[in-house]
């Protein structure tokens, strides 16, 4: 199964997917992890990108869908995938139509100030990524990841100014997709607002359908 999620940042996409890759046993390609991963190594890519991220801004889209095109020719994507945070513009999904087939696009609805809330309070394991938050899913001990004790970190695009520049870049470019993949009959809209949990039952419950 191919499933693209989508929906504003803070929406829950990584979250859910992290969950759901469990269950469907489907790689969970994050756009947002490939390039925070590219920074964190010094690559040239990184190095591009760094600073276009840290202020909330998107990664022009030829560099975005190169990274895209080479992801997708790795062995692990036989069976499918979850795209987390990828198509963000028009020109991608265009040029994602040119590479592989979608079966649903699955869009996370939520009102901005829960977004806001949720991305000022995320934290972030600097060892494994794994994703909380400091009210709704916090560590068993502040600072420290539950897994591997790595360092909890808030993202440089979670801090304020940066969580306004991407929530107008959401508006303006990214939320143009939910109409686009409305057309083309292969959107689910859920309900991202609650725990993971329920959020996850939602999202199984709709692609069951
Ligand atoms: P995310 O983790 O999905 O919130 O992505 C973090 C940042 O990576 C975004 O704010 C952008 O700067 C960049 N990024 C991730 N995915 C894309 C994309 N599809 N197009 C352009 N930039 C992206």
């Not at 009210?135 to 502040?142: A, F, G, I, L, R």
């Not at 304020?160 to 990214?174: C, D, G, M, N, S």
Request: charged share 30%; glycine share 12%; net charge positive.
């Amino acid at each position: 199964m191919k499933l693209i999620f989508l929906g504003p940042p803070g929406a829950g996409k990584g979250t859910i997917a992290d969950l759901a890759v469990e269950a469907l046993c489907l790689p969970h390609i994050s756009t947002g992890d490939l390039f925070r991963a590219a920074v964190k190594d010094g690559t040239p890519l990184g190095l591009k990108v760094k600073g276009i991220m840290a202020s909330g801004g998107l990664v022009p889209d030829e560099l975005t869908i190169e990274l895209v095109k080479e992801r997708l020719t790795r062995r692990d994507v036989e069976k499918g995938w979850i795209l987390d945070g990828f198509p963000r513009t028009v020109p991608q999904a265009e040029a994602l139509e040119g590479i592989a087939g979608v079966d649903k696009v699955v869009n996370f609805d939520v009102a901005d100030a829960i977004v806001v809330d949720r991305l000022a309070g995320r934290r972030v394991c600097r060892a494994c990524g794994k994703i909380y938050h400091v009210k709704n899913m916090p560590p068993k001990k502040e600072g420290v990841c539950d897994v591997d004790g790595g360092e909890l970190y808030t993202r440089d695009d979670d801090k304020e100014a940066a969580i306004k520049v991407r929530l107008e870049t959401y508006r303006r470019q990214t939320a143009p997709l939910i109409e686009w993949y409305g057309k083309k009959g292969t959107l689910l809209t859920i309900d991202g607002v609650g725990a993971p949990a329920e959020v996850l039952g939602r999202f199984e419950k709709a692609i069951r359908k």
